[in-house]
């Protein structure tokens, strides 16, 4: 694993928010077909900004910083909302993630009507060009939203 310093977490939150308002512009021009990797982009904005206030304010140190089995911030993976918990954002600011299970469609069948995944899997929809349930991707866009909106009330630029 790389080993990426906590203000490069920071500087990669606000370099990730802009390419994605970049990206959502070109869709608005009709210069791209689809938004799907903007909200790729969003979910590691979201990921990346919370991995930085862990270490920054709850004091979790990055694995490179380590030696043992304690704590340490690539622990919570994609984990959002539990990094979320453990910062214990309060739900005025951020609430609770929308629900436990999305669903892709129409692709890959498990016999449940489509492909299901949690929050913390929606990264590898959008990376692997997937197509989520039009519902589903709207709630899930709706808590990125959420969580970046209290992120850059908390991250410096």
């Known amino acids: 694993m790389l080993k990426v310093l906590q203000d490069e977490h920071r500087k990669n939150f606000w370099n990730l928010l802009a390419s994605i308002?970049?990206?959502?512009?070109?869709?608005?021009?009709?210069?791209?077909p689809s938004v799907g990797h903007a909200n790729l982009l969003h979910f590691y904005a979201a990921e990346v900004g919370l991995k930085y206030l862990l270490s920054k304010t709850a004091k979790i140190p990055f694995r490179?910083?380590?030696i043992?089995?304690?704590?340490?911030?690539?622990?919570?993976?994609?984990?959002?909302?539990d990094m979320i918990a453990r910062l214990k954002v309060p739900a005025a600011r951020v609430p609770a993630p929308p629900k436990a299970t999305f669903r892709c469609v129409p692709g890959f069948k498990d016999g449940t009507g489509g492909q299901r995944f949690?929050?913390?899997?929606?990264?590898e929809a959008w990376r692997y060009g997937l197509t989520i349930d039009i519902a589903d991707e709207a709630d899930i866009t709706g808590y990125l939203a959420q969580v970046s909106a209290y992120l850059e009330k908390?991250?410096?630029?």
């Open 21 to 32: 308002s970049a990206a959502r512009g070109a869709k608005a021009r009709g210069e791209i």
């Open 64 to 66: 490179h910083e380590i």
């Open 68 to 81: 043992g089995g304690v704590e340490h911030v690539e622990f919570f993976g994609h984990r959002i909302a």
């Open 118 to 123: 949690s929050l913390s899997q929606a990264h």
């Open 154 to 157: 908390e991250l410096p630029k």
